[in-house]
């Protein structure tokens, strides 16, 4: 039947071709273009010692930022993410700094964020309460409980070095911060992109009723992108505490919406419209990137902030331009 | 092996759907299902698919009764379900679509990409032998028909013993049509049951082993179709005699009117017109196969940001192509095919829907509106178009399919007044029961009685035969030869559409 | 002994002085035995706007004392004219003194930043680049950044070689992550790092030590318990701060509510006077073991 | 054809009314027993005085999520909204403290928000950025602007008292805030219930090919939903700093989130799956009466926040289970 639509006119298929790639690369190009700026006009750059700080400060903002592409790719929201990083920055410390031996803190941690997951997944699957109002809910519960653990306090000190190496130390050269981020991004790429799971868990964020006819068990995928939400955020959180030193309880609470921006972002590249690992890894980079090279340029805060703002508006406005991005 | 339904009732808020229907399908043959729009077809087959838990009633398996639960609890009974609106993930490829929730895999967990596509490709030369579908794409990218096949094999993959087919040639063109046709007869010999809902007397008369009738959620009769004449199906259907009413055609005007829209040299994308000419008083069918261009041509007429042309004129007024709003203001109007994506909004009332291009009707003045005065024009039009709803009130996405398409017209008779002097008309009855077609016919009569000049593309072909005075046959996205009225023959289309003109 | 209903209204309970001053009013209660003050906390999670509405409620709800800490008064003005018009008393703990305060208890900013300053200047010796973090938002840590912008005048040999605006939500890591990237751009260039509170310093101490700086002087100032350990280690690079006494204006305040409010005495005669400043000494490496 | 399906008998109509009124409703039948619950348990809880109090509360937020609103209505989040309430709230008071007369003041704040919100609108609808990432990029310009402007700190003193009435004052016995907030409702009510353009807003949000297809001209109101945001959002701000005697830079932070749950609450009732002003409005005193009233009880803000989560989760489970709510 489609003959005509199909017959591949040479000119046709490299004016698609390009057309393609505009869409699909061109915040990477941006990414590329902003990579290059800064490596031939601020001196220590693309010093390897650079390489390295840039890793470690993006690692955890990837790590969360991977867990809500699983949600973004259901169309489940998690709006508590940033009080689950906190949840774990606080938990874990706590454990260990009481004598917990640190396997065991790592799993409570992991359990907690597990439960917290369930707990999400619950409200919004079984009871049915859109995931937007049952996180925002969830937060308010978590920030109250983060606070109640410690009495408001900060956890500092006590530590035992095991534990403050995850977030401090090196491996092989390179930072253990960058191994987490890679391994997470490596994992949460292959699961989406060539498992089963991650095929339905597209597959209900694209259209559930479709998902519903071809047997999928819709809930149970929607239920799995929150809980891994939740997982990926407590790693994070336990990640950030032994790279701070120090159990904050309200120092997940950026990760909301950094996360976000860093979703956003990378729906705007590879698959544009879609959430994808990948692409998330790349927000994170890109945002990463702007805010180390331009404290590497010695520019004020809220200079950089501005100039923040105006870097990811010209990066996503080429592929706008060509593109009907829906990210809602 | 037999599916039962007993006793089914199911009730919404302020409508009883299903009055106690009781129901026998078998997997040896196609059981066609009828009634008018809201009869409670679709309703009755969301019980069966398990989209629907009945109010009360059962569903019987093999002398068990069973619950179903959802979509998922009838595919493990064998139930397969291409409802009525179509129901693909966009984002995937043809192929993942096809398997969906049967991937080949690896280990338990991984997908076997290669052989997920070279599965769905054999599944699609298997049901589908001559139809050709990049599967590779992602199906929003493709046109309706293909994804409709897509559905339908995906519904097909796993050898259910019942397959529900609701409506689905309704957006069918013609060489699908007779392939799906083809299929449908076939299936029962391999042992799958067909369900087929569709409003094509003929083609449900042609089809089917055993008919169903409902009407107005009640159970009417259930006989071996060969008992059942068309002229018995409509009597069934609507209570009342059918015949020489439902088989009217436009009487060729004596009098032609002024010209009411004239283009010279319109280019739209690859579509090229030379010279269009539509006169007040006459309905015009466009036919055509699969991207013939009949399609995009008359909604470019409504929407044309991106034609161009060398004049174009509408009663008289030289024009420049561009958006609807503008268009709109010089006297052009369009109806389009696809209702709930280009023309509807389901979370809204049928009298906002109704009030969405001319809201000002229901307005004192200074854009403010008054609930008191659109609810007396919304009531106008549904009385106009004969729509079966509780109230104006209604959620629009409660209305059956025939009664959604009814207020996607009304929006033009909301208001319009005289101020219409083109209309256009895509797939004006998609989905529409015999006894409304009539209606929206009688309509499109008297809308061109009175001075206005419609365009009607379409690929029911016994549609345009009957409402147009002439028409206009598409191949390769360029007009053919006319065919005047009194050349009207299903045959004589075919061929034009094909290019091999008569 | 009389039941009392308190409300202590922290600005931001997730900092360490608001934390200390409640340990410390907390602490006065149970040595004196007042098992019959019932307190609640709120906290204002840094927002001017949720200290107004916290005060009004305490005052709406009847309280017998509001204990306000490590806020700033001027932004609650018509919640404090609730709470005069209730005939409730508001104890200010370093929040400034407004009129419909009884006493604002509190250290001298200007006084503890110089102190901490020149030392670390003299350290110096008069010569080497710095790293200036500021924060302007709250007023201690500005006033703080302000007077050593003033001493820097008196040391042409010191350059500072960057100045950071600390991000007050996610301090800790806005300024490990800035020193980090500092280390890079700097390296050993970089001889001393002056933070406008403990906390950051350690998160400076933190990113110097992973980038492999080690002869760098930095200071915080506050004298939290962790700080003080911090510059007594011989070898950490935190070299000074200062002691502020946060427990003890908590429990200076408990003790005035108890002879006001309870005892009934006049608070003219209880206060020496509008605002109270407590001492807070410098800590070096040499008596920082007297504070542990 | 349509005497038998709307022949009303009795015990349908009765089940019409029955369940939709369950959706509708249950949200607010939840916040009368919290009224009732606190009215009979904390003791000063029904005072004028203290109605006056939580009049004055929410105004802000309220007005910031009438705003919201529109942009919801249509479709597109304005996620910038917090940092043009801080905008608003800087700029105003500098103004003042500059010597420039009151009405001016007011007027150059409108005037700020009137440009941010094009500026949103442009990058939005000319550009084609998704709402979600160029308010995201928006905020981040604006956080800088409102710290530059004043360097980070706050004002203090210097207002003109009446500015401060404003904020602090009444008119006939009511806080002239509470006056803001009934007519920012009244205003936006009426506007998006009962005025064309309204109608077009929710029909742009709705379905916009349909919309498209109806002459309505898409760009234009998806323009208008964001600038409405924007102009609510610095009212919301000039008030606030009137309020607060203070303009400081970051207090407008909390309106986003906190906005949003007004929004997301109200979506729960009245039309569920509907932005609409009354159900924004009574989002909004959902959680102003939760705050007050748990304030009053005396519990601790960490408690309080746990209970407050849990609060919302269980009104808004009671309309999840009966209705399907697709807030995104
Ligand atoms: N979710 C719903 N809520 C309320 N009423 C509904 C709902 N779904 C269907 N109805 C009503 O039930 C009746 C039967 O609808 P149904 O869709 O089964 O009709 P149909 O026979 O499939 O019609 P069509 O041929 O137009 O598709 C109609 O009156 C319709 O308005
Ligand atoms: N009513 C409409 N108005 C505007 N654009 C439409 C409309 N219907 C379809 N389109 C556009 O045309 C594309 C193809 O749609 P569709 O599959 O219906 O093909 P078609 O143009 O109708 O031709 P055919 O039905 O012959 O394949 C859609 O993806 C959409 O972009
Ligand atoms: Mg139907
Ligand atoms: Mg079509």
Redesign the pocket.
């Known amino acids: 039947m489609s003959e005509i639509a199909t017959s591949p006119q040479i000119d046709r298929v490299f004016g698609l071709v390009r057309k393609d790639h505009i869409q699909r690369y061109s915040t990477l190009v941006v990414l590329a273009l902003m990579v290059l700026g800064f490596s031939l006009f601020v001196g220590r750059f693309l010093t390897s010692q650079n390489v390295m700080n840039i890793a470690q400060q993006i690692s955890m903002l990837t790590i969360v930022g991977a867990g809500l592409t699983f949600g973004f790719a259901a169309r489940e929201m998690d709006l508590s993410v940033g009080f689950t990083v906190g949840l774990a920055g606080v938990l874990v410390p706590l454990l260990l700094v009481g004598g917990t031996p640190l396997p065991l803190a790592l799993l409570a941690g992991l359990g907690a964020g597990l439960l917290v997951g369930l707990c999400n997944a619950f409200f919004v699957t079984v009871i049915g309460i859109p995931s937007l109002i049952a996180t925002l809910a969830a937060g308010s519960i978590l920030f109250g409980i983060n606070f109640l653990m410690t009495g408001g306090r900060a956890i500092y000190g006590g530590l035992p070095d095991s534990y403050l190496w995850l977030g401090q130390g090196r491996l092989l050269g390179i930072p253990v911060l960058a191994w987490f981020m890679l391994g997470a991004v490596a994992v949460a790429w292959f699961v989406m992109e060539r498992t089963i799971f991650g095929r339905y868990i597209y597959a209900v964020g694209g259209n559930q009723k479709a998902a519903e006819l071809s047997g999928v068990q819709v809930r149970r995928y929607r239920a799995a992108s929150l809980v891994v939400c939740s997982l990926f955020a407590v790693v994070a959180g336990m990640l950030l505490a032994a790279r701070l030193g120090s159990g904050q309880p309200n120092a997940g609470e950026r990760y909301l919406l950094d996360g976000l921006a860093t979703v956003f972002i990378g729906m705007t590249m590879l698959r544009p419209g879609t959430a994808t690992v990948l692409g998330t890894f790349f927000g994170a980079l890109f945002i990463g990137i702007i805010n180390n090279g331009l404290n590497l340029m010695g520019m004020d805060t809220y200079i950089q902030s501005i100039v923040k703002g105006a870097i990811i508006l010209v990066a996503v406005a080429v592929v706008s331009r060509s593109t009907k991005l829906n990210l809602l | 092996m037999d599916i039962r339904l007993t006793d089914i009732v199911m009730q919404f808020p302020g409508t009883r759907a299903l009055d106690g229907v009781s129901v026998t399908f078998r997997d040896d043959e196609v059981h066609g299902l009828i009634g008018e729009n809201g009869a409670g077809k679709s309703t009755l087959v969301n019980v069966l698919g398990g989209s629907l838990t009945p109010t009360t009633g059962q569903v019987v398996i093999g002398g068990r009764p069973v619950r179903l639960g959802s979509p998922h609890g009838a595919l493990t009974h064998g139930i397969a379900h291409v409802s009525q609106e179509g129901n693909l993930v966009s984002g995937l490829t043809g192929a993942e679509n096809i398997l969906l929730g049967h991937e080949p895999r690896l280990g338990g967990a991984l997908i076997r990409t290669r052989a997920l596509r070279r599965q769905a490709a054999d599944l699609l030369r298997e049901w589908f032998p001559r139809v050709s579908i990049d599967l590779s794409r992602p199906v929003g990218d493709l046109?309706?028909?293909e994804r409709k096949v897509i559905e339908i094999v995906r519904a097909l993959r796993g050898n259910p013993k019942i397959v529900i087919l609701d409506e689905p040639t309704a957006?069918l063109?013609a060489r699908e049509k007779e392939q799906l046709w083809q299929i449908i007869r076939s299936l029962p010999k391999r042992g799958v049951g067909v369900v087929l809902i569709s409003h094509f007397l003929s083609e449900i008369k042609a089809l089917s082993d055993t008919i169903t009738v409902l009407r107005d959620g009640r159970h009417i009769c259930t006989e071996p179709a060969a008992s059942l004449s068309e002229e018995k199906l409509v009597e069934l259907m609507l209570r009342r005699t059918g015949g020489a009413a439902l088989k009217a055609k436009t009487t060729a005007s004596e009098a032609q009117g002024p010209v009411v829209l004239m283009l010279r040299g319109w280019h739209v994308g690859a579509v090229e017109v030379p010279d269009f000419t539509l006169r007040a008083g006459e309905i015009v069918g466009l036919i055509g196969l699969?991207?013939?261009g009949h399609?995009?041509f008359a909604?470019s007429l409504h929407?044309s940001a991106g034609a161009r042309a060398a004049r174009m004129e509408v009663a008289g007024k030289a024009i420049a192509p561009g958006r609807p709003a503008q268009m709109q203001a010089a006297g052009v109007a369009l109806v389009?095919?696809?209702r709930m994506?280009?023309a509807l909004i389901g979370e809204w009332t049928l009298r906002e829907n109704l009030a969405m291009v001319h809201p000002e009707q229901g307005s004192i003045g200074a854009g403010i509106l008054s609930p008191r005065r659109e609810e007396a024009e919304a009531g106008r039009v549904m009385r106009l178009m004969n729509v079966k709803a509780h109230s104006s009130g209604q959620l629009l996405k409660e209305l059956s399919g025939g009664n959604k398409q009814k207020i996607s017209i009304g929006k033009w008779l909301y208001g319009a007044g005289e101020r219409y002097r083109v209309m256009i008309f895509?797939e004006p009855t998609e989905g529409v029961d015999i006894g409304a077609k009539t209606e929206i016919y009688a309509e499109m009569r008297r809308l061109a009685a009175t001075g206005v000049g419609i365009i009607i593309a379409s690929s029911d072909l016994l549609e345009i035969e009957s409402v147009a005075h002439r028409v206009i046959p598409f191949a390769n996205q360029r007009p053919g030869p006319e065919i005047p009225q009194e050349r009207f023959s299903e045959a004589i289309f075919i061929a034009a559409m094909s290019g091999t003109a008569a | 002994a009389q039941a009392l209903d308190i409300v202590m209204v922290n600005s931001n309970a997730a900092a360490q002085s608001d934390q200390r001053t409640k340990a410390g009013f907390e602490a006065w209660i149970a040595e004196n035995g007042k098992s019959d003050w019932n307190v609640s906390y709120l906290d204002s999670g840094g927002s001017g706007e949720a200290t107004a509405t916290n005060i009004q409620d305490a005052a709406n709800r009847g309280v017998d004392a509001i204990v306000v800490t490590m806020a700033d008064l001027r932004a609650s003005r018509a919640a404090l004219d609730a709470a005069k018009a209730a005939n409730i008393p508001v104890f200010a703990v370093d929040s400034g003194f407004v009129d419909g305060v009884v006493v604002d208890v509190t250290t001298n900013n200007w006084a503890m930043s110089s102190d901490v300053s020149v030392y670390l200047l003299d350290q110096l010796k008069g010569e080497g680049n710095l790293v200036f973090f500021r924060m302007a938002e709250h007023h201690g840590t500005r006033k703080r950044g302000d007077v050593m912008e003033v001493v820097l005048k008196e040391y042409p040999g010191v350059k500072v070689l960057a100045e950071h605006n600390i991000n007050y939500t996610a301090f800790f890591e806005d300024t490990a992550r800035t020193m980090e990237d500092f280390a890079a751009r700097f390296g050993t260039d970089i001889d001393a790092v002056w933070a406008p509170w403990d906390e950051p310093a350690q998160a400076v101490v933190n990113s110097l030590n992973a980038a492999g700086l080690t002869d760098v002087k930095v200071i915080g100032i506050d004298g939290h318990p962790a700080a003080i350990a911090e510059v007594c280690k011989p070898d950490s690079q935190l070299i000074a701060t200062v002691a502020q006494p946060f427990e003890e204006m908590g429990a200076q305040v408990a003790a005035w509510i108890d002879a006001i409010v309870v005892e009934g005495k006049p608070a003219a005669e209880v206060i020496p006077s509008e605002i109270v400043y407590l001492d807070a000494p410098l800590i070096t490496k040499k008596n920082c073991q007297d504070f542990l």
Request: glycine share 12%.
């Open positions: 046109p309706m028909a957006t063109p699969t991207g013939a399609f995009g909604r929407n389009p095919d696809h994506e280009y895509i």
